[in-house]
């Protein structure tokens, strides 16, 4: 079977030094897919480069059949693949309900003509993009805030409108960058519960994170990057025991690891 | 959605459209033209400024070239005083678009200093393109505009035809920044990544924004010539560009009442300064120093600020 999204010996480099040295890749549809690995592993250049923010120097990229390798990101967006980023980005000076309006407005019918017309299929856009956004707002539990700049909210509350914003439009994947660095620990479990009640609603997922109990705990294949190439592909639990992965990740041999875990629990 | 402003705007234009009818001083009454003009200019340079972020010197060139093209429609082309202010807008949009689609390609800094550089080119060529321009000398005995057998021919008719424009544009201005395309201009200032991440392209916004921003100040330009029955190379003069971004500033970039409400005060305020002529520039200064000092993101900044420190207190 195809997978939803296809990354195929991905390549690039910065003044001679590999970021992506030939990285192939691949998330199915409904899952969710954690891309690990140590500072300067390349996973946020691969995440740039697959959402359009970076060029590729080689590769083929590959959604729901669809190549979407050297589009511009705004077309890469179109073709269903919404994104976050690592520092949070919002609009800081726009309510919670306008950060979500803007994030589907260029997935409805409506042109700008519509709406000076404020024509039914204005009026029918807007209204599905409110009842969408209102749901949402709900999952993340800011309801309070629906009329409210989002600036003033806390750092973690930033990465939920972040996240939502991305789920707006109903996108086929949805690639997050570090959605919990920076995040308080408890708000992380509420973050990990909206997620997975996301994805048993379809929604399919690829997660670039350090935090690795989070991954562990989420992810149903996790993909580990080191020096711009994959070093290591499994479940969570397969991950955690290889050899390669321990030294390259944690500098761990596995005998210590599994006395840290022994530890922890 | 707050309807306030709106109504309080729609109040005042119907006040200020009262003017002439409660002062026979042509004076007074032009002091009412220039703010008029000068706060559609002014609201012009916000949807490119204050919305889309992009500082754009070339607001001052727009001006001259509207102006220029509105004047010479009537005397070298044989054209009436409408038909060259649509002239005025359609040839600085084409410009508009001629500067921008390369320039807005390049980072917002570039954007500054390119639109600056076409300013100072405007000027040159109004001053040395002398067949087409008449150079220093200018292009004086500019005649009144008529509509339906009406001549505007005293300054108090003038006036209408000034508010009428003035009315036109800024409703349509409103009707922009106020719908979905304001409010994508207002995203891409704040966030341009984030905005191309949700599939909106930055690039036609900012160009239809600077052109239309264009062709406004064009227009605006041309009705301000009429009102002075000249035009030279002084009508480039960075007076003016000065003073629509003061405005700006002073209103609260991004604002559109802000703006408007600066637009009003701030070209009477030199006027009713005229009490002590001497001091008259200094105490326009102080005043300006000290509403920075004051409210530094402007008027609508201030109130802006106001109202989030009162929306955190409740939320706490």
């Known amino acids: 079977m195809s997978a939803l999204l296809e990354v195929t010996d991905l390549r690039k480099s910065y003044a001679g030094v590999h970021a992506l040295d030939g990285v192939s890749l691949s998330v199915e549809a409904g899952s969710i897919t954690g891309l690990i690995g140590p500072n300067g592993s390349g996973k946020s250049t691969a995440i740039d480069c697959i959402s359009g923010f970076q060029k590729r120097d080689g590769g083929r990229i590959v959604l729901a059949g669809r190549d979407i390798s050297g589009l511009p990101a705004h077309h890469i967006a179109r073709a269903g693949l919404m994104r976050t980023f ?95 660095a920076g995040v308080n620990p408890s708000r992380i479990r509420e973050i990990e519960a909206a997620l997975a009640a996301l994805n048993r609603a379809g929604e399919t997922f690829l997660i670039v994170e350090h935090n690795v109990e989070f991954i562990t705990n989420l992810c149903h294949r996790v993909i580990v990057l080191d020096q711009g190439r994959k070093l290591a592909e499994g479940t969570a639990q397969e991950i955690h025991t290889d050899p390669r992965v321990l030294e390259a990740y944690l500098g761990m041999t596995p005998e210590m690891a599994e006395a840290e875990m022994r530890g922890a629990a | ?45 916000n949807l490119i400024y204050g919305f889309t972020g992009l500082l754009s010197f070339a607001q001052l060139g727009f001006w001259g070239i509207g102006g220029y093209a509105t004047a010479l429609t009537v005397v070298t082309f044989g054209g009436t005083f409408w038909q060259g202010l649509v002239w005025a807008a359609l040839l600085n949009a084409v410009v508009a678009l001629a500067i921008g689609y390369p320039t807005l390609r390049t980072g917002r ?34 005649p009144r505009p008529s509509a339906f057998g009406h001549r505007f021919a005293s300054t108090a008719h003038y006036y209408w035809v000034a508010w009428g424009f003035s009315v036109l544009m800024l409703a349509f201005l409103y009707a922009l920044c106020s719908s979905r395309i304001g409010r994508t201009l207002v995203a891409i200032k704040q966030n341009e990544p984030l905005v191309r991440a949700q599939g909106i392209s930055p690039m036609p916004y900012k160009l239809a924004a600077f052109a239309i921003s264009a062709a406004v100040t064009g227009a605006a330009g041309g009705v301000y010539t009429f009102h002075l029955g000249i035009i030279d190379p002084l009508f480039l003069d960075f007076y003016y560009m000065q003073t629509f971004l003061i405005i700006v500033i002073i209103g609260g970039a991004g604002s559109f009442w802000g703006v408007v409400a600066a637009g009003v005060a701030l070209s009477a305020l030199p006027e009713v300064l005229r009490f002590s002529a001497d001091l008259r520039m200094i105490i326009y200064g102080v005043i300006l120093v000290a509403a920075m000092f004051v409210m530094p993101s402007g008027i609508a900044g201030w109130l802006r600020e106001r109202r989030l420190q009162r929306m955190r207190e409740a939320l706490r």
């Open chain 2, 1 to 45: 959605m707050n309807r306030l402003p709106l109504l309080l705007g729609i109040v005042a234009a119907l006040a200020f459209a009262a003017l002439p009818l409660v002062t026979t001083s042509n004076y007074v009454i032009g002091v009412g033209i220039s703010a008029l003009v000068f706060t559609v200019a002014a609201a012009a340079l």
């Open chain 2, 109 to 142: 800094h570039a954007f500054v200093i390119v639109t600056l550089t076409f300013a100072l080119l405007v000027t040159l060529v109004a001053r040395d393109w002398v067949d087409l321009t008449r150079g220093p000398l200018g292009i004086p005995d500019l």
């Open chain 1, 86 to 180: 690592q520092t949070v980005r919002i609009y800081e000076r726009l309510s919670l309900r306008d950060n979500l309006a803007i994030a589907a407005q260029q997935f409805d019918p409506a042109t700008w003509l519509d709406e000076f017309l404020r024509t039914r299929r204005y009026r029918d856009a807007v209204a599905a993009a409110e009842g969408r956004a209102r749901e949402l707002v709900e999952l993340i539990g800011l309801q309070r805030y629906w009329e409210i700049e989002t600036g003033i909210l806390s750092y973690g509350q930033k990465k939920l409108v972040a996240l939502a914003a991305a789920l707006m439009p109903r996108p086929r994947i949805v690639v997050l960058d570090e959605p919990v």
